[in-house]
């Protein structure tokens, strides 16, 4: 089943304005991997963490491995129009004959002008 | 630059009715999956392989048949379509050893009347 918690379920943002997302988990992960998906597109990786405390940009995006290694957190800074989408996190888990990757349930992210 | 090609984009069946989902990739990637999305939900995990002629069961394999004849090739089946398989299917694929980085096709939206 699901092993990733992702808050909040949606926002509603003016441009402009910065965004915080994050996810947790009861299980410990050594990767935390956030993507982005764009209306009737699949997702598109963005920032990949490896490093417990580890924060990593991409622009305006910034992520971060939490401490704990349960739990990470998405940042958007002076949101523009193309931020809109959904937001996953996402870790892998050891299943079967390979790590698979476990989805969280998605940061629907709207912004207005 | 195709990355991974979903075919068809769009398709409604009635119940009981059988199809399959084509997946291709281009990127010589052993490792390929299938994910079905549903408001709320996330992604879950369908099936998945490892390299041609391998293949495995996720989280939520019932309904759905694949196959792995070619390391291109990832093909989804449904034998007998119920509503419940209502969903936007993603087929993902990746390189071998320690990378989780999934590179996503651009789905297919599936009602079942």
């Known amino acids: 089943g699901q092993q990733l918690n992702q808050s909040p379920q949606s926002m509603f943002i003016q441009e402009g304005e910065d965004v915080s997302m994050n996810c947790t988990s009861s299980s410990i992960f050594n990767t935390w991997l956030w993507y982005k998906q764009e209306p009737g597109e699949g997702p598109v990786l963005l920032i990949a963490?490896?490093?417990?405390?580890e924060l990593t940009s991409n622009g305006r995006l910034t992520a971060q491995f939490g401490i704990t290694r349960k739990d990470s957190f998405l940042n958007i800074s002076a949101s523009i129009p193309s931020d809109v989408g959904i937001y996953f996190c996402a870790g892998p888990i050891s299943s079967g004959s390979a790590r698979q990757l476990t989805f969280g349930s998605g940061t629907q992210l709207t912004v207005l002008p | 630059n195709a990355g991974v090609t979903q075919t068809p984009k769009f398709q409604v069946l009635k119940t009981g009715q059988s199809m399959t989902l084509q997946c291709a990739q281009d990127m010589n990637h052993e490792y390929m999956s299938w994910y079905r999305q549903d408001p709320g939900m996330g992604l879950r995990l369908i099936h998945y392989?490892?390299?041609?002629?391998?293949?495995d069961q996720g989280e939520v394999p019932n309904g759905y048949n694949v196959s792995r004849s070619t390391t291109e090739d990832f093909p989804l089946r449904l034998l007998s379509a119920a509503p419940s398989q209502t969903s936007v299917y993603f087929c993902?694929?990746?390189?071998?050893?320690?990378?989780?980085?999934?590179?996503f096709g651009s789905g297919t939206q599936l009602s079942v009347l």
């Open positions: 392989s490892v390299g041609a002629g391998i293949t």
């Open positions: 993902a694929s990746r390189g071998q050893g320690y990378n989780e980085k999934l590179f």
């Open positions: 963490l490896y490093k417990a405390g």
